[in-house]
């Protein structure tokens, strides 16, 4: 029979129906949220240059260039070795550049022309065309003890899928469960066909939604049972050993030490004042490792190029150079990181799924280990001893008394066996998830509807955080766009499904002074598979502020909203039924 359903996928563990027989207490909502953009300030564009002979320039903001190059040569019929792409700098992504939209047509119009060509899309181009993430409605049903154990688990992610089928079911039903131990579970994502346009990946693609639904029903669990939200986590939390819904055991990961950081910080023992409302949350992402390559050129007076094909879009240039500056020994400053075109440097996956500075991290540290061996065999062969006898420590070559500085082999490098130049290709088997809990109070007032986040506490595992900073601000970022997504961010449809705000005066994303400072905590529990421990931390930030922000509304209003965004039409609207 004719449907709309694109995609279905369930999973199953043990006997989820029999265990809730088994269970004290049992709750059973559905939550829903709907589409919303990235709201990435710069547009898409592009300019493309084709030469006489069929060689095509293309320089475009993107968040994979290769990835770029691949989809137009596909598009315009254009081998692959005729495309180099150069990234721009990039004016935001999350999610929303790792495809092409208006770059081949950009090309077919350069070749028509024989002149360079740029195109830029609108605002209203953007929104309406570039893909938005899904909207969702989650049923989650709960059972437990009466002492505060997850005893069954029932989970059922309905997504839309736009007009076209973007596959988003899959995530919700391996993932919506990923922060809690149980025997029994069921979790099951469904995507459909509606008139409306396509969707695409934004910032952990399609976890938020679910969560929203999950985290919310673990909330209003523990409320039943009379159990603090953060003491029946830790009671529930996975830890090393406990498998998730596709079987696989965790290695080390952080999530009670998240949770132990929250139950102590003095945020969350803070008292609250009269109207105001706390929500906590949890949040999980898998995590990528992928395919990454990394090139370093050290020139005569020792300082070091490091090429690699990931668009910075969150700092990542800074973590290269200091990952390669600590295994050569050398001064951070001396360290010269570049985004390389697609001709410049082995191919590199998209720069998401929280993947760089593992992935292509990993490849750079790799590149300048290679180096270090190579100069140690160069000191080696100048003091007539074996490459392993000679020990690198300090940015310097070292055996008994002897020692060649990084600098000296660098400036003797034409006489001590050629160019120091070292590459490294990899497909990286070291991604390790991401956890995260955040803490936010928020105040409704009662006359207009309108939320004011009063305080806002994320934390979150980062394995190693290579550079804090730039940590610190994936996390901000991402608590921010959780928060835009929280009280305002949708799309909206007039009755003939024509988009009525496809612009930031009608879609309202968060500004400076609707914020509060966003306290973080960075807590570091090392990957064991990466060699500097390091976990993807780009993703998860987007992940809890939706049912923390919705549960500290319901403490501050006395009402349960399990619809978002909590806009003050909303908001009002229940209100005044009371």
Known sequence: APTNLATHISLTVGNPDAAFEGADVIVEQTYSVPMCHQGYIEPHACVARVDITGRTDLWCCTQGHFAVRHFTSAATGIDLGKIKVTPSEIGGGFGGKTTVYIEPLAVVLAQKAGRPVKMVMDRGDVFRATGAAPGAETRVKLGATRDGKLVAVDVDCLMDSGAYNGAPAAFPAYMATACYKFTDARSTGRSVYTNKPKIHAYRAPSIPQVTLGFELAITELAAELGIDPIEFRLMNAVEEGDANMMGAPYKRIGLRECLEVARNHEHYKSPLSEGVGRGVAMGYWINAGMQSSATLNVSSDGHVA??????????????????????????????????????????????GGSRTTLATG???????????????????????????????????????????????????????????????????????PGFAVHVCDAEVDKETGRTTIVRYTAIQDAGKAIHPDYVEGQMQGGAVQGIGWALNEEYLYNADGVLQNPGFLDYRIPVASDLPYIDTVIVEVPNPLHPFGVKGVGEVPIVPPMPAIAEAVCQSTGVRFRDLPLNPPKIMAELVDL
Not at 312 to 329: C, F, K
Not at 424 to 430: A, F, I, R, V
């Open 362 to 432: 990993e490849a750079v540290i790799r590149a300048a280990e290679n180096c270090v061996a190579e100069l140690c065999r160069r000191a080696a062969a100048e003091w007539g001893v074996e490459a392993g006898v000679v020990a690198w420590s300090q940015g310097a070559a070292h055996y008994g008394e002897h020692s060649l500085t990084f600098d000296e082999l660098a400036s003797r490098a034409g006489n001590m066996g050629g160019p120091l130049t070292f590459s490294s290709s990899l497909n990286s088997t070291s991604a390790a």
């Open 306 to 351: 490091v090429l690699t094909g990931s668009p910075d879009i969150g700092g990542s240039r800074a973590s290269m150079a200091l990952m390669a500056a600590e295994v050569l020994g050398i001064p951070f400053d001396h360290v010269h990181p570049e985004v390389a075109p697609t001709d410049s440097v082995g191919h590199t996956d998209v720069t």
